[in-house]
């Protein structure tokens, strides 16, 4: 048994994964415009190479021949194999012609998608989104014919997840929530006008190379850009870690806590242990635990009390003249207010659920074939009336605006939410060990990124969801503790 | 015999070869600082799956079948088989662990040397030369073990070119350029003081994107980056074309004319024809003659009298309130100012060749086993001396200037000097269909573009360079035309 093998075909995986995710992420950055169908081409070369290499006779062999020498193996191969195998047995399912033409349609779709958001133009996208959920239909039935194809999707993104799962978690945070948003909206709303002014690309640019080195982000290994919709990426390794923003230009919150939340997913990306760069076991475990990091930093942390201390004199830095009548108090409370709005991605962090319940709604009837793709916008638009209580003025304010549909992902979004209340609960473990308060009001994240490292980051995906969440928590999963941290901030902001 | 294979092997080269260009761009442009060793070990992958590709039994049956059918083939065909097959025979001759193992020493060369540049260290960068130089010379003799290594990398670069030639050319321009230098160097010299001003990167860019356009390319198909050293470079085939430039914040001239540069590299790219996209007859055929396009574009028509007299009151207008003094002649003279300096990049049209020699002599040398690479920066300095009259004060400025050595490119160099001598040529004959100076007075490229698209763009690599020249010129190329092209030009700024 040679078990260099394992390492060399993670090794050649990962440049594949690191050659198509530079495409990908030059295609949202610097690629020219009309460039869509050169990269489509090479793409299409590359993925089907990745699905030989993963689904070929030698990789078969090589672990069947792993997997029955387990007792010579470390545990962390162990977990290898295992991963691998899963991917195998996924990826042996899907015929390799719909594999590959499946990542060209997604593709094209990013690139109408980008264009029909601009025009608000939903008809010239629902051909490809309806293929992508057709899709994501078939390879769940070809993957686990018995499985509900949606359920199938839950829990690739998030291991042991399933719509009971996601339907007994929504529905207590919808009972609970929609009484505070209530409440809150009946009282005079914090002034947000406040953080409103003309700021330059430049200058949040410069600030937010800042924020980065703030919250600890090691610049040497984390790259930074500007695109449409902000996301993370590594390329190749957690080495190379690569974070994107958004700048609106009369708002500086906007790429701030863009910043830090895409600065959450680098920092546990490269966190994982030095010599898991290159297998399976590098990087975040599941979408569920990287959003409850990315959604830690931006929330938790990026609002909190204590950091609004001392990030307002740097603001005052690195705006200057805009902001001289702003007082600390205020600048807490109008990133704070909570008001229901239009956009996911600026959502307050009350409301902010309710914005993934209504794509969690949408996407579970789709898949379970009682919704047509057609008629998303009128539902989309229905939902948030019913609960934001807001009306959808287009498409791209409404169903268009995010893009994680085009990029096929389906099933993604309640990881959202589940992670913002397992953050919560780390929280609550956090303050046993570290003085978060104390940190966060000297700007020193240092005890805060040692404690993540140590119980979270590290792992990599070497543990499971589940198994990680037992041995951080020591205790059950909880979602009120996370509604109890919601109200006790909207007892900070507005004293009910 | 199966002739869509041909395309498929074509089209999965390609593929490598836009993956491995974009990880290479992407080093230079955007990759954090710390990323170099991810990269090499991506690369490493890449580079030997291409040579498996390249050299496979598949490929070798499949190019032998092809060749024996050569009449069932178009000349295009015929034309692919035959420079597939050069590249094949060449490459397995080579072991492919050292042909992987070099690709990863120029990653690692690629950091070393910039670093070492910025602090004007050769001594760091010596170790990486000497292995450069070392394995260009293996490899020559593996691929042609009874010819001399220099003139294996000449044909290269220039298919026909040899040392010989490169002696009689080079002598040729020292004997009449010296006497031009000298009689320039006599006279008081133009001011270029009035091109100094400081100018910010924003106005930079906006300049260089209305430049890529008044010259014709289509900023759809062709990126713009910055990078310490321009450069210009296809991903995939001529439809993701990429340059870059450097910003020089007291001169815009300098990125101005490496803009021009680079852009003309790109038109002869993007002129390729359409279908032969993902061949290896897509972009330009030898370094000469892509140099002999770049430097058409930057000199014979950027430095102009006619253009000059298109592009200044755009120059007042891009960077308003610093050239309100200037006059359009000033400007000219400035821009054409002969004198000797230490940079080939900034160097003027009748200096420039000097510079090239320079570095012809120390590569002629050490692959011929008669200079030791340590010794390099004093031969630089002693040449500089010589044919430039120059003192080079450190290495920054001197040996380590250039980005050439350190990408393992060993004989190109040459190329520029031979390219700008085609250009010359290339001008005499357009001037026989084009009133060029009228097109340029009114900064319309489009009759120029379109000769050159036709004579020389969209053949991509079909015709061999000699035959080229012989279609295009209908006579010899001959040296002395570009002579008395800088002689005129000469009188025009000098009246000498």
Redesign the interface.
Known sequence: MDKQKLYDLQ??M???E???G??SY?AV???????A???E??L???SE?SYKLSTGSETVELLEELSSHKDELTDEENRMVYLLSKDLQMLSKIPMEEYVAYQQLLVQADAVWHEAKEKSDFASFLPYLEKIFETNKRFALYCAPDKDPYDFWLNEYEEGLDKKTCDEFFAELKSRLIPIVKKAAALPEPDDGCLIAPVTDAEQEAFSRFLMKTIGL??????F?TTEHPFTTS???H???RITTHYNGENFTYSMFSVIHEGGHALYDTGSKEEY??TVLDGGVSMGIHESQSRFYENILGRSRAFSKYIFPYIKQFYPGRFDDLNEEDYFKAINRVKPSLIRTEADEVTYCLHVMVRYELEKRIMAGELEVRDLPAEWNRLYKEYLGVDVPNDRCGVLQDSHWSGGAVGYFPSYALGSAYGAQFMKKMRLDVDVDACLAKGDFKPINDWNREKIWQHGSFYTPKQLLDKVLGENFDPAIYVEYLEKKCKEVYGI
Chains 1, 2 share one sequence.
């Not at 950055?29 to 009309?34: L, S, Y």
């Open positions: 090794t050649r990962s440049a594949y690191h050659a198509m530079l495409i030059d950055t610097t690629a020219p415009k009309g460039t169908s050169n990269r081409r090479t299409a070369v590359l190479e090691d610049l040497d290994h984390c790259g850009g390329l190749g390794s080495l190379d870690e760069a290159f």
